[in-house]
């Protein structure tokens, strides 16, 4: 019986393996490092954004809310074994616990050149995304919305650092 190109490994149809959807893994310092010594950051890009502010009224019906909100974040990642790329959709997100005074949503996608023949673990892909792709995208959401804010002229809202626990320590609040 003959193999075909796909039995040999060289089919250059794209083999994808997905993740995403879940809330973060506790942080795995070992696994995050497992895939950041194969990968190269090739780009982070805007996929896509939206601000709506709910008093959109002609004039101003009332002082802009001084409330600060929460931080959402939606990791997805896809790789592709034959191209050798990774490819993260981190979605960032503002929620208020009271009335919004605005919406403000942003995704990035971060692409990155996986090296090496190893092939990469999923759990350890997923650690990576939420971890290390999250930390890389953290920037470019702060200065999305640090402009928004103000072209909106609404209250500035400093987005704090993002915490990566120690290895070893609980994850922080």
Not at 17 to 32: E, S, T
Not at 84 to 106: D, H, Q, S
Request: proline fraction near 11%; aromatic fraction near 10%.
């Amino acid at each position: 019986m003959r193999e075909g190109p796909e039995a040999r490994g060289k089919s250059r149809r794209p083999r994808f393996r997905r993740g995403g959807g879940a809330p973060p893994p506790a942080y795995d310092a070992a696994a995050v490092g497992r895939v950041a010594r194969h990968v190269e950051i090739l780009g982070v890009e805007l996929l896509g954004a939206h601000f709506e502010r709910i008093d959109d009224e002609p004039l101003p019906a009332q002082p802009p809310s001084t409330e600060r909100p929460q931080i959402a974040i939606g990791v997805e990642w896809k790789i592709d074994d034959v191209e050798r790329l990774l490819g993260c959709a981190i979605t960032f997100g503002v929620l208020f616990e009271e009335k919004e005074p605005y919406r403000l949503v942003a995704r990035f996608r971060l692409l990155y050149l996986v090296g090496g023949e190893e092939r990469l673990k999923k759990a350890d892909i997923d650690q990576f995304a939420h971890w290390n792709a999250v930390f890389n995208a953290w920037p470019y959401w702060r200065e999305y919305l640090a402009s928004t804010l103000e072209r909106a002229h609404l209250p500035p809202f400093i987005v704090p650092v993002m915490r990566v626990p120690m290895p070893g320590m609980p994850s922080p609040v």
